[in-house]
């Protein structure tokens, strides 16, 4: 499983291109500005269209006589380690994007057997491509003046590849030139992937806490005591790596940050009001499951009965709108 990062940004790179190892230590996991750029199949990609996903950026252009071959032979090789792996994507920024149009960009894409599905290769504006490198990835990027500018080298920059959350914040940099970092690149995407994915297993624990309780109440009704504690206990077992799960992924995932609901309308109050139940009877509901517990381990039956009466509706109610919260916020309106 995975691990706690803190992360770094570094320092300079060299105008040419020149490499830099992963940058170690703390990482800053600054957003990366908002863009609008051409794939190159024709559609507009913005930053937008890639949060949800976990993904790696390259600088690269078509005819590029040094480092740019090297970088997206790399980038090449991590497509086939990852093996078409859902939520991950490659984006290959072009830093001479008014040679490299939608037509150059797909020959070259199908130099490296880039699947369109998984990597993508963006080009558009000069100075929004070079705005967004600089401040968003800081790293520097140059095109070449005078008698500097000779075909394959019209354009200084940095070949590191950069990797990006799911919530588009930088988390890393490494090597491009050589695959001597990609045992750490996918180390890392995959540690921001099984993050990523946090949600979707809190939704399962809250689904599965409440299947438990409604077997639990019918094994109840048929005097099945046994199995009936065996259900709750397990319910309650659940429901507190749910609690766990949910903390981390607010607290240290998404460092207290709320996830914007972009529903707009009517399902806009439907929402909130589901999340408001559900974030008030969490607080309720937790005393009350563990008052109820304890109550039915030491025996004292009466009284297990009538706070469980309060108890079971509530949890109940708790879990199931847990995965309501979960379809609204990240099915419904989930990125394309």
Not at 99 to 124: I, K, Q
Not at 148 to 166: A, K
Request: charged share 20%.
């Amino acid at each position: 499983m995975r691990r706690w990062m803190v992360g770094a940004l570094a320092a300079v790179v060299c105008l040419s291109g020149c490499t830099s190892r992963k940058l170690l230590g703390p990482v800053t996991q600054e957003p990366v500005g908002n863009f609008a750029l051409t794939e190159r199949s024709g559609r507009t990609v913005s930053r937008a269209d890639l949060l949800g996903k976990v993904w790696v950026a390259s600088f690269i252009f078509t005819h590029c006589a040094t480092q740019c071959p090297r970088v997206s032979t790399t980038l090449a090789r991590l497509q086939h380690d990852l093996g078409g792996q859902s939520g991950v994507l490659l984006v290959s920024f072009s830093v001479d994007p008014e040679d490299d149009t939608p037509a150059v960009l797909r020959e070259y894409a199908d130099r490296y057997h880039a699947d369109p599905n998984s990597w993508l290769f963006l080009t558009g504006d000069q100075k929004e491509i070079y705005d967004l490198i600089r401040n968003s990835f800081l790293m520097p990027v140059e095109a070449a003046q005078g008698a500097d500018r000779t075909y394959g080298n019209e354009v200084g920059h940095s070949t590191r590849l950069v990797l990006v959350d799911d919530q588009g914040r930088i988390q890393g940099f490494y090597e491009g030139e050589t695959p001597d970092d990609l045992p750490d690149l996918e180390r890392d995407l995959q540690v921001l992937v099984w993050k990523s994915r946090l949600p979707t297993v809190n939704a399962v624990l809250n689904a599965t806490a409440a299947f438990l309780l409604a077997i639990g109440f019918v094994a109840v009704r048929r005097r099945w005591l046994t199995f009936h504690k065996v259900c709750m206990l397990t319910a309650l077992v659940v429901s507190t790596l749910f609690m766990t799960s949910y903390l981390y992924y607010h607290l240290v995932v998404r460092h207290g940050q709320p996830k914007y609901f972009p529903g707009e309308g009517w399902v806009r109050p439907v929402y909130f009001a589901i999340l408001l139940s559900h974030t008030v009877l969490a607080a309720v509901v937790v005393p009350l499951a563990l008052i109820t517990t304890f109550l039915g381990l030491s025996g004292r039956w009466r009284s297990h009965v009538r706070i469980a009466r309060w108890t079971l509706p509530l949890w109940l109610y708790d879990s199931i709108t847990g995965v309501v919260v979960y379809w609204m916020l990240y099915q419904l309106y989930a990125p394309s």
